[in-house]
Structure formats: C-alpha cells, structure tokens
C-alpha cells in the first residue's frame, strides 16, 4: 500500500511538474520571438449556439510576454450587460520556467462602466484586472465563459490580432443545434495559412500553428485589412430582445427601422412647433436641414455611450428633447424626428468611424460592423450627411472622422451601403499667402494669410474657439523651423457655408537667417516646410496606403535687406510622379529688391504595391530637399 501510495504521489508531482514546464518561455522557437513582444502561446475560442437565443463562449488565452512592450498584448479584460453573464473567469500568471506565480479570480477583477463617457442609458460593464509584472518574460493565461442571450453578434475570428505578436497555436470551434442555426462565414486573408478546416454536420473548426509576428511598416493598411481572419453571423439571431431573420444588408436595414426605429421619434407639440416656426416661409428641404441641424446644435450636447455595447436602439427622441444631450444614436435619432416635423426626410446611418476609414463589408451583413452614428439626408439624387454629435461642424460636413467610406444607410425600403462624402486631393487644399521682410542682422517679420479648405479645414478651424496661449502655442509648432518666433496679432475668418477657414498671423523672429561673414544664408520657404520622408526598408513586406490627398499651394514676397546681393539661389523645380506632383519657382525683382516664391505641392490619394515604395519615398526625399534651399546673400563692395 506504501508502495503504490508512494507512485500515485510521485506520479501527481510529475504531472504538475509537466503542467507548469509547458508554458516555460527559455526555449521557444526563433521563429516566434522574431519582431515579436509577446507570444501568444494557445487561442483558443469555443462557441455552442444553443438555440436562437442561447449562447455561449468558453475562451482561454495564454501570451508569453517577452518585454515591457508586450503588456498590452496580455488584455484581461470583458465586458457583459443583462443579457450577458460571466460564468467563469480567472487568471493565471507563469515565470520564464513556466511555475505558477498568482492566481487572479473573479472577485479580484476590477467592476467599471463601459462607456468612455459617463453612462446615461446602458448599464453595461467590463471586468478587468491591471497585472503589474515584477519580471520579464512572464506567462499569463486568462480563460473565460460567457452565456448570453445575443446572438446578433458573432465576434470575428482574428488569427493573428496584433503587429509585434506571433501566434503558437491558434484554434476555433463553434458548435450549432441545428441547420437553422449554421453560421454563414467568410475566410480573409487565408492564403498565408496552413489551417486545419473541419465542416461536419453541427461543428465547425479552425486549426492553424505557428504564426510569426508582423512588424509594423510604414504608411501599411489597417492590420484588420492583412490579418487571416474569419467573420461569422448567424441568419437567424436574437438581439437585445428581438429575433431576426437576416440574410443580407437591405433586410437588416428594414430589421433595424422597424424593431429599433419605430416609435422613437415622437416630440412634445411645444417642440414641433418651435421647429416649424423657424422654418416658416422656408421651402427648399436643403435649407430647413440646415436650420433644424443649427437648431441641434445650439440646444444639445453629445455625451459618449460606445455603440458596439449598447446596441442599435437609440433613445427616444421626447427623452433627448427633455434632458438636451444623448449619445450618438439618441442625437442622430431626435435630429431624424424633427427633420420629420418638417417634411424633410432623413436616414438613420450607421458607420465605422475614426481617422483610418473602415468600409463595411458589402457581402457579409451583420451587426457587428459600425461603432458611430449619423444621418443622411437626400437631396436632387445626392446625400448630405451630417454628425449630429458635433456642436462645430458646418452642414454637411462631416471631416476625416466618418468621411469617404462605405456605410448602411437605413431607409424606409430597406438597407442600403453607401460611400460617404470623399474629401479627394486638391479639395483637401491650403493656400498660404505671405510678405515677408529680412533684415541684414537675419531677422524676418511680416504676415501670413492661410486658407484652408476640406480634410485641412477640419485640423484648422477650431483655432477659433481657442485662448491666445492656445493659438501661439499652434504656431510655434505649425512653424517649428523658425527659431525665436513671436506671434503678434492674429485674424480668424470660418466661412461656414463655402467650409473654409481663412486665418491671418503677424509674425517675427530674430536670427532665422545664418551669417557668416558677409553673408546671409536663409531657407526660402520660411512658412509650409514639409520634411516628411517614410521610413527606410531594406525588405518591405507590405503595400503601402495614402488614405487622404493634399494640395498645398505658397505664394511668397520677401524683401531683401539693402547693401546684399544674391550670390546663390536654389533653380526651379518640376516634378511630376503617380504619387503627386512638386513645383517651386523662384524670381528676383532687382529693381524692388525682391524674391517671388511659389511652392506647389500635391499628394495623391491612393495604394500602392510595395515594389512602388521606394519611388514614393524618393518623391518625398526630393520635396524635403527642395523645401530646405536656401538663398545666399553677400554684401555688396563698399
């Protein structure tokens, strides 16, 4: 009995032995540590659809971070609401040995709001817990279960989600209960893959290993848009209370209008009948838009409510009416209501915001696209969109944050995907007027005009709004290569109807100009220098992106100090590629002693193999150049 008590102990150390050496992190693969943070070692995700409106995930991921760098790849954190409960949730942390250091459950995860406003509307709530590392590498494995009554939003499958992470092992199995119930799926970026794919009858699964880490490029696309992924949705689903059958975007759009619409747009009559009043004698729809979106942005605020965890639902209008602020879904939803008060139509849109444009993927509908919304508003075969969130914008401009980008429109015969207004190349343009006087100790003073228009409107015309400190402190690092600047008066002129913003700037500064000896050496372009150049690779991996054009336009006068003669100038430029075209001319008024200088730079939206970055990095090389010429002066003999 000593005996075989003395195997069976020796056997249980063993095994735990064995269990804590598998996520030792000493002898992990070259492979995997290449341009790699962190290592994720098992991602695992199993999903069982129980039926319409039963679901759940049983999640377990362990990541090997290699250095401080690789901690925000090692997320421990969820999210529910009351539809979702968390059934199961722990941490476990490793050394570089792979022996368990802490244990992290559920009571110890911090309980916060999900909205990074304040929350008026939803209750929902993420768990998360802050891991302080004491050394470096270190394991951390967190697994999680989850059951929840919506399955509207099947969460993509990312087998590789980070730059700087390799993946070890990477698995996903979604079971169903019937053929009702059979996910639809869409396979992107496969190629580069050896998966394992198994389709039986009532399961589903993924199976691929060793994945190496992608480093970060230059000016690459969004890593969502070169990743291996799949996405997945249901056609019969459950969400926040209401089931759908849903195989395409025109039914989720009528989906979305008649079970989260509907019924919300009702208004006090005191309200609809300021609103008509402010419109009376007003016929054109164009121009009763423009006054009820004034009308919204003068009486509400935006507060934040995310609306990937809220949901589609909007408050209702008479809510927002009352209390004088919402989300963007409330905002957007109260402007659609009285926009209706006053016979103009308008369309609830729902987009993926932010500065990368996002399209929403016109084969594959589901909720899970879109984090912002907006209206559209038809007018003569076109739409105008509007931000109701936004208490600055001018009507029907919406700027970098949803602009040129595929997005569902909700309209009364359905779902549609619509691109949005396109800020395109010259329409994002600047002009820049200026006079400019230096002297012979190598000051410069004079004034600067600036107009500005589309994508560059949007970066400029809050100046506005801001203190004086503010506004120099814009300036001194908008002109970064004038040493010793002082701003003296300023001038700002937004033309809300034409979107653009026009500012005139008095400057100086003392010593802009070099001297040595009895000569002066200055850089010609005082006012729009431009010293971009991408970064330099030996072997680039991926295409590369220019999301949004440009046109900067310079016209200069500078007046030279008396007594100096030009003894250098930089010659006339004239380059023209696929990427944008440079100009620079340069003329001397001997008489009024003078120099004209006109600058013209275009940048072209568009993508681009990577075979072609070499040539764009050289075009920007040579605009970096030719923004640094500088002039020689020399003293003329007594």
């Known amino acids: 009995m000593r005996f075989l008590f003395l195997l069976s102990s020796l056997c249980c150390l063993f095994y735990a032995s064995a269990q804590e050496g598998v996520y030792q992190s000493l002898l992990l693969d070259k492979s995997l540590t290449e341009n790699a943070d962190a290592v994720v070692r098992l991602d695992q995700m199993d999903v069982n659809v129980i039926s319409q409106s039963q679901m759940t995930y049983t999640a377990k991921k362990v990541v090997t971070v290699l250095s401080k760098s690789g901690r925000e790849h090692a997320r421990t954190v969820i999210g529910y609401d009351k539809e979702t409960k968390i059934k199961k949730l722990e941490v476990f942390v490793y050394d570089r040995l792979g022996k368990e250091i802490e244990h992290i459950k559920k009571k110890d995860f911090q309980d916060v709001s999900a909205a990074d406003g304040f929350s008026l509307y939803i209750d929902d709530r993420l768990l998360y817990y802050d891991y302080k590392p004491s050394q470096y590498p270190y394991t951390l494995s967190f697994t999680y279960e989850i059951e929840t009554t919506d399955t509207g939003v099947l969460r993509p499958w990312y087998f590789q989600s980070s730059y700087m992470t390799s993946v070890e092992k990477s698995r996903y199995s979604l079971k169903y209960s019937s053929n009702a119930l059979k996910p639809v799926v869409k396979e992107v970026n496969l190629a580069s893959l050896n998966v394992v794919k198994s389709d039986e009858t009532g399961h589903l699964t993924y199976i691929t290993d060793n994945i190496p880490a992608?480093?970060?490029?230059?000016?690459?696309?969004?890593?969502?848009?070169?990743?291996?992924?799949?996405?997945?949705?249901?056609?019969?689903?459950?969400?926040?209370?209401?089931?759908?059958?849903?195989?395409?975007?025109?039914?989720?759009?009528?989906?979305i209008d008649r079970e989260l619409l509907q019924g919300r747009t009702n208004?006090?009559?005191?309200?609809?009948n300021k609103v008509k009043g402010l419109v009376e004698g007003v016929t054109d729809d164009l121009e009763k838009a423009k006054i009820v979106y004034k009308y919204v942005q003068d009486n509400t605020r935006y507060i934040s409510v995310q609306i990937g965890i809220g949901g589609f639902q909007p408050i209702s209008a008479i809510d927002v009416d009352r209390v004088k602020y919402g989300d963007c879904k409330g905002l957007s939803n109260y402007t659609k209501a009285l926009l209706e008060v006053v016979g103009v139509p308008a369309y609830y849109t729902v987009i993926e915001a932010g500065n990368d444009k996002v399209d929403f993927d016109t084969e594959f509908a589901d909720l899970r696209q879109g984090n912002h919304a907006i209206l559209a508003i038809p007018y003569k075969d076109s739409y105008y969109w509007i931000d109701c969130t936004s208490q600055v914008h001018p009507f029907g401009f919406v700027g970098d944050f949803t602009d040129d980008r595929k997005a569902l429109v909700v309209t009364p015969n359905g779902g549609e995907i619509v691109k949005t207004v396109a800020y395109l190349n010259e329409q994002n343009s600047q002009l820049t007027k200026a006079t400019y006087m230096l002297t012979s100790q190598g000051s410069i003073s004079g004034e600067a005009s600036i107009a500005t228009q589309g994508v560059q409107y949007d970066n400029r015309f809050r100046l506005e709004t801001q203190n004086r400190e503010d506004v120099i402190d814009h300036y001194k690092e908008y002109w970064d290569n004038i040493n010793n600047l002082t701003i003296g008066n300023y001038v700002f002129e937004n033309d809300r109807d034409a979107v653009i913003f026009k500012e005139t700037v008095a400057f100086e500064a003392v010593n802009y100009a070099s001297i040595s000896g009895e000569r002066i050496l200055f850089g010609i372009n005082a006012l729009n220098k431009n010293s971009y150049v991408p970064e330099r690779y030996r072997n680039r991996k991926?295409?590369?992106?220019?999301?949004?054009?440009?046109?900067?336009?310079?016209?200069?006068?500078?007046?030279?100090?008396?007594?100096?003669?030009?003894?250098?100038?930089?010659?006339?430029?004239?380059?023209?590629?696929?990427?944008?075209?440079?100009?620079?001319?340069?003329?001397?008024?001997?008489?009024?002693?003078?120099?004209?200088?006109?600058?013209s730079l275009l940048v072209k939206k568009g993508s681009y193999a990577k075979e072609k970055y070499n040539l764009y990095r050289d075009f920007r090389k040579q605009v970096a150049r030719g923004d640094k010429s500088q002039v020689v002066l020399i003293k003329n003999n007594p």
Do not use: C
């Open 267 to 272: 208004l006090p009559e005191a309200t609809m």
């Open 542 to 599: 991926q295409p590369f992106e220019i999301q949004r054009g440009f046109l900067d336009e310079d016209d200069f006068l500078i007046q030279l100090p008396e007594g100096f003669t030009i003894e250098a100038l930089p010659k006339d430029q004239e380059t023209d590629t696929e990427f944008g075209r440079y100009t620079i001319s340069i003329s001397h008024d001997s008489e009024a002693n003078t120099l004209a200088y006109k600058r």
């Open 214 to 255: 992608i480093k970060p490029e230059s000016l690459s696309p969004g890593l969502a848009k070169i990743v291996p992924k799949l996405l997945l949705r249901l056609p019969n689903f459950h969400y926040k209370g209401h089931n759908a059958k849903v195989d395409d975007w025109k039914q989720l759009g009528t989906w």
